[in-house]
């Protein structure tokens, strides 16, 4: 499956983006799909999971709260919405594919080229 990022860009503190992530074919029920960010020279940090099928999501304690992933199962798209940004959710933000809610990367096998987001102060 291929999946292609969107929706990044440059906001200000305190502000709103609603990332896209649409898979190539359909996803299958038992997949999870997740998104996570990286900043340069440091490790990819897992932000918000969820369970294709049931729609059960899991979040890093760092956007509990302010951000919300989604899915839309007859578009094949997660999306990701980022409310309250602060300038520490500067990343280039990416979506994968896997089977387990894992907060590493390992897990997943399919990945999104990435789409940046920079907040500024």
């Known amino acids: 499956v291929q999946l292609q990022a969107s929706g990044g860009g440059l906001v200000q503190a305190g502000g709103s983006l609603r990332l896209s992530c649409a898979a190539s074919?359909?996803?299958?029920?038992?997949?999870?799909m997740a998104w996570f960010r990286q900043d340069p020279g440091e490790e990819r940090e897992f932000v918000a999971a969820i369970r294709w099928g049931v729609g059960l999501t899991y979040y890093a304690d760092s956007v509990k709260g302010r951000f919300t992933i989604s899915r839309d199962t007859a578009k094949n798209t997660v999306y990701l919405q980022m409310n309250s940004l602060k300038p520490e959710d500067t990343a280039t933000y990416y979506c994968?594919?896997?089977?387990?809610?894992?907060?590493?990367?390992?897990?997943?096998?399919?990945w999104g080229q990435g789409t940046q987001v920079t907040v500024s102060s």
């Open positions: 994968a594919r896997g089977t387990s809610p894992a907060n590493k990367p390992e897990p997943y096998y399919d």
């Open positions: 074919r359909r996803i299958y029920s038992s997949s999870v």
